[in-house]
């Protein structure tokens, strides 16, 4: 195509477009780490694509909760001065998990013991008609002499018992994931979410097949979708793993680094676990706890990340959900029919509301 020769004006105005744009790209090069190095402290974890839409605002209604009342609405039911005639659960610890069944049936579990530090951890359930009264649904555990604690409860779809032809039945089940001793962990399975059977050690193997190394595991965190199930789980609170499985047997990593870890935040640069993974506004969103304190006693803090995958993770920028110096940790975050709350559950269970939607 013929151009046109410039005029004495356009040129000119051309000659100072060329600097200007030269300026502007020496600017952006000269920069650009440091702008790139403000989006990693923004809290953006994991590598690869797609990242999470960062300059999506944050809903109010996932992260301004305020406490509802002064007094926690659930807890252990007290340590005797006599220790060895303490309660099961005189004292209530680690994540428990709540489920709004329907508008009036909530169920809370828990994990109590007597209060000492080897003290046996059990599982014990109590229900709600609004989240906020609860009552124990029996005197004594779930699972008499059986180690389980930091539970995770959901319900699916899973074959159980045999149909004809060899082929499984589909049912409704309750499945719980929790640590046995030793922080191993562990899966049962229930029709109605208080009578448990142990289907036994959680096996999760690396992305080449191999088992995962010998050590501690734990805070499960279930996640299903369709046939897929997701899992996430910690290590010595050092980062957090997400496996995947079709029915819940055999876990495969899918990546064997973790899809979070610590920091860069105050609140949880030294440590960190999944609490919690559900959907809002089609994004995947994550309550976990952290500490920021190198040694014990440690205070522990609830916060919030999101994700468009569930492998790439940005948390919340601001910080935790509720003060560092609260010390509430093991959060969970349950829609009422009208707004969101936040319960955190270690080592009494607190109430927290957002703002109505």
């Given amino acids: 195509m013929r151009r046109t020769p410039l005029s004495h004006r356009h040129r000119l105005f051309y000659g100072d477009f060329l600097r200007s744009k030269v300026m502007l790209d020496v600017m952006f090069a000269r920069w650009r780490p440091i702008w790139l190095a403000i989006g990693l402290m923004g809290g953006?974890?994991?590598?690869?694509?797609?990242?999470?839409?960062?300059?999506?605002?944050?809903?109010?209604?996932?992260?301004?909760f305020v406490p509802l009342a002064s007094e926690p609405i659930f807890g252990g039911r007290g340590v005797s001065l006599n220790p060895a005639e303490s309660p099961w659960d005189a004292r209530i610890r680690e994540r428990g998990d709540l489920l709004r069944i329907s508008r009036d049936e909530w169920h809370l579990w828990f994990t109590g013991y007597d209060g000492t530090k080897t003290g046996l951890r059990q599982v014990g359930l109590?229900?709600?008609?609004?989240?906020?009264?609860?009552?124990?649904?029996?005197?004594?555990?779930?699972l008499p002499g059986e180690w389980v604690e930091d539970v995770c409860v959901r319900k699916v779809m899973r074959p159980v018992g045999g149909g004809g032809g060899g082929s499984s039945v589909m049912d409704e089940r309750y499945v719980m994931f929790a640590e046995g001793r030793g922080d191993q962990m562990q899966w049962f399975d229930s029709k109605e979410g208080r009578n448990w059977t142990h289907l036994g050690q959680v096996e999760i193997c690396k992305t080449n097949g191999e088992p995962i190394e010998p050590g501690p595991y734990g805070t499960p965190t279930l996640w299903t979708e369709g046939d897929e199930w997701h899992l996430f789980y910690e290590r010595r609170d050092a980062g957090i793993w997400h496996a995947t499985s079709s029915d819940g047997r055999v876990w495969r990593h899918v990546s064997d680094e973790p899809v979070m870890v610590p920091g860069p935040q105050e609140f949880d640069k030294v440590m960190i676990a999944s609490n919690q993974i559900f959907r809002h506004g089609g994004v995947y969103y994550m309550v976990f706890h952290g500490s920021g304190d190198a040694a014990a006693p440690r205070r522990w803090a609830t916060g919030l990340a999101r994700s468009k995958d569930l492998n790439h993770w940005e948390k919340y920028p601001v910080g935790p959900l509720r003060p560092i110096d609260e010390n509430k940790s093991s959060g969970i975050i349950v829609h009422d029919g009208l707004r969101y709350r936040l319960y955190t559950m270690h080592d009494q269970v607190v109430v927290h509301v957002g703002p109505r939607e």
């Fill in 44 to 64: 953006v974890i994991g590598s690869g694509d797609p990242l999470p839409a960062a300059e999506e605002p944050w809903p109010h209604a996932l992260t301004e």
């Fill in 126 to 142: 109590a229900t709600s008609t609004n989240g906020l009264r609860w009552q124990r649904v029996q005197p004594g555990p779930l």
